[in-house]
């Protein structure tokens, strides 16, 4: 999945503006997954892009190894095919989206 689509599924916490909250939600996401235990998958969640970023203290490079590790292909450019390989759950559990 995606950090946005992550988000897509979380609502606004209470007394944040939509259309503010909307622009910085998918940040949000990466800001809990770099202080997520380990055990957690967080190495599954991709940008927009279909790119891979690092954990806190831990570059791109690892990401990588652990998705390729999960037969993961990467295309010529570094980037994932999204349509593909991103995971959508069945139905919106955030009816604003």
Known sequence: MTYG???ALIPPPSGV???AYARIRARWV???LRHCPEQLPWHRVVNAQGRISGRNGMGPA???TLLEDEGVA??????LDLEALCWEPEGKLNSSD
Not at 74 to 79: I, K, L
Request: net charge negative; no cysteine.
């Open 5 to 7: 689509g992550i988000a």
């Open 17 to 19: 503006e939509i259309a």
């Open 30 to 32: 990466g800001y809990a």
């Open 62 to 64: 690892l990401q990588r």
């Open 74 to 79: 990467f295309d010529p450019s570094n980037g």
